[in-house]
């Protein structure tokens, strides 16, 4: 150990500081041993009874504590804000930013070498890494992990995509909202995050693929012995890469955003991992783009999860997790460190799938090709997403004319209208939810089929909007079109009865309106008066980057690692 370690510069003091300091922390009864100089680990926690996903992390916490103990170092837990994605109005994307402020603030203020994050619910993950990187001392991630499986009726069912099915089922008349009600308390048995492919399992998938995590933390079962076991191994190799100055840095290279690329194409993850991963590499000065996502594009679709798939994460955990699938594409993966100092090649050491049928073996995949497709455009001159693993191959290469929804609000009056001028062909644009728009960019891009077509049998439809979709959500759904409308993007110009094409072949949107007719439309257009007028989403709206850029706030792009030097008193 060459460089003084940080907190002693808080606890190695013998003046009137390090009185105070060490003081007023005895007042919880740690021993003199514990200011010995051995390394501080804070304990970022994100459980909070709001946050249904991330309540098994107090169990966790102590199991981290253990750990950090037992290899000499001193835990210290602390809370931070926490973001529970299906309590939060309007949307817990608002607020993934002021989480990483507040990680990233604690993190400098507090006299800690190392911090343990731990999250779990879909902004948490994220957020914590985001403020991690950006004050960059030794970190590392504990996931909640999945809730166990959803049960109803002998049958599994998935958070979210079940959600999303009942719901259109109840809406073509085909489930009794009776029935719809009862599986609300077989969906959600146990601690842990949505037990689909959703955010959450994605950003924990991708965190463990860059080594963030100890391997096998992302798929393990919230509840299942291992995982606590894992948080206890986690709080001795914390105190370890305290020693090795090991730092997010070193970890998050452009090698290792292409690793998490790569895996978020073989397990068919998230839509959302697109603004999550270009936010982290802006926090650590990686010029990651939104081209880049398509690194995986050829990748095949290994993992047989909702909402691309049929199982759930408690089946993936048992068929072998992330290892199993970094063994099956370590042709494909770059080299780069991870926590435990090696290479990412050694996550999947000896790692076996338990069940073909779940993780597929790259000779049998669920798809062939299966990552992300980026969509450019007059109608998105910055770009859009598409989800192909998740969509309906027919509808990937259409054109149609459009209907128009406005608003969040207009959508929802008009949806169930039995009169709505739509048919399967209609290509349903919804504006005005981008970061600015709503504000905060919500899940709601995955528009309902309207009613009279969900009586028809109809259940896919292409759908374009400048929002996000629940990473539980499927469909052709045309997602994060930039620059927003709300911004003065070419999606606030879009009339009902104007011609759409999508096709995710050639990465093609194209509004088929001739640039006059769009500069007449753009004369008169005015942007909608703000929702927020103060505080942190005043804030939020005014210095919100586009989805392309990651949608971080543009003053916490990159990161400062310089000492506090100026004492509290
Ligand atoms: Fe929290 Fe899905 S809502 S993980
Ligand atoms: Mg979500």
């Known amino acids: 150990m060459t460089k003084p370690r940080r907190s002693a510069a808080w606890y190695g003091k013998l003046d009137k500081d390090g009185f105070i300091h060490r003081s007023w922390m005895k ?24 946050t249904p996903c991330n309540s098994g992390l107090r169990v966790l916490a102590e199991a981290v504590k253990r750990g ?10 602390f809370p931070v804000t926490s973001l529970g994605e299906t309590q939060m109005k309007p949307t817990a994307m608002l607020f993934r930013n002021l989480l990483a402020m ?17 999250g779990g ?45 009942f719901s259109e089922a109840v809406r073509a008349g085909d489930m009794t909202l009776q029935d719809f009600m009862a599986a ?23 965190v463990e693929a860059m080594g963030l995590s100890l391997p096998t933390n992302a798929a393990l079962p919230a509840v299942d012995a291992r995982r606590t076991a894992l948080a206890h191994h986690t709080g001795r190799r914390i105190v370890e890469m305290v020693e090795e100055d090991l730092k997010p840095s070193d970890i998050l290279t452009r090698e290792s955003f292409e690793n998490a690329i790569l895996t978020n194409a073989a397990v068919g993850g998230s839509t959302n991992a697109v603004v999550h991963l270009l936010a982290i590499a802006g926090r650590v000065g990686v010029d990651l783009t939104l081209a880049d996502i398509e690194l995986g594009r050829d990748i095949p679709l290994l993992v047989n999860c909702m909402p691309s798939g049929k199982y759930l994460m408690e089946d993936f955990a048992y068929a072998g997790g992330v290892p199993a699938v970094l063994a099956q594409i370590r042709a494909h993966l770059r080299p780069a460190q991870t926590v435990l100092g090696g290479d990412i090649s050694a996550y999947s050491d000896g790692a076996e799938i338990f069940n073909d049928d779940v993780i597929r073996p790259l000779s049998n995949p669920v798809k062939p090709a299966a990552g992300l497709r980026v969509l450019r455009g007059n109608l998105a001159p910055d770009g859009a997403i598409v989800k192909p693993s998740a969509a309906t191959d027919a509808l990937l290469e259409h054109e149609g004319l ?29 504006k005005g939810c981008g970061p600015k728009g709503y504000p905060g960019m919500p899940e709601v891009g995955n528009m309902p089929i309207p009613a009279k077509l969900v009586k028809q049998g109809v259940r896919d439809m ?8 629940s990473g539980t959500a499927f469909g052709t759904v045309v997602l994060h079109v930039a620059p ?14 104007d011609r759409i094409r999508v096709s995710a072949s050639r990465g093609e949107l194209t509004l088929l309106v001739d640039d006059a007719e769009l500069a007449t439309r753009r004369a008169s257009w005015q942007p909608d008066p703000a929702h927020y007028t103060r505080g942190y989403a005043k804030l939020y709206v005014d210095h919100v980057l586009q989805a392309d850029k990651g949608a971080d706030l543009d003053f916490l792009v990159g990161k400062d690692t310089r000492p506090v030097t100026r004492e509290s008193h």
């Open 27 to 50: 007042n919880q009864g740690f021993p003199d041993h514990a200011f010995d100089g051995r390394p501080i680990i804070g304990i970022c926690n994100t459980w909070s009874e709001l």
């Open 68 to 77: 950090v103990w037992e290899a000499g170092g001193f835990p210290v837990e």
């Open 102 to 118: 507040d990680v990233e603030e604690c993190i400098r203020a507090y006299g800690i070498d190392g911090v343990v994050l731990l």
């Open 121 to 165: 619910c879909d902004k948490t993950t994220p957020g914590q890494v985001m403020g991690a990187a950006s004050v960059d001392i030794p970190s590392i991630v504990v996931s909640s992990g999945p809730m166990l499986n959803g049960k109803w009726r002998g049958k599994d069912i998935g958070s979210g995509t079940d959600v999303w099915k």
């Open 184 to 206: 609300e308390s077989g969906m959600s048995r146990s601690a842990g995050v949505c037990m689909t492919m959703g955010t959450a399992s994605t950003m924990a998938s991708l």
């Open 402 to 430: 459009a209907y128009v929804f406005e608003t969040i609000e207009q959508l929802k009056a008009e949806i169930d209208r039995e009169d709505l001028p739509v048919t399967p062909d209609t290509v349903l644009v919804l």
């Open 462 to 469: 292409v759908r374009v909007s400048d929002a996000r979709m």
């Open 484 to 497: 927003e409308a709300q911004a003065g993007g070419p999606l606030a110009l879009v009339k009902t009865g």
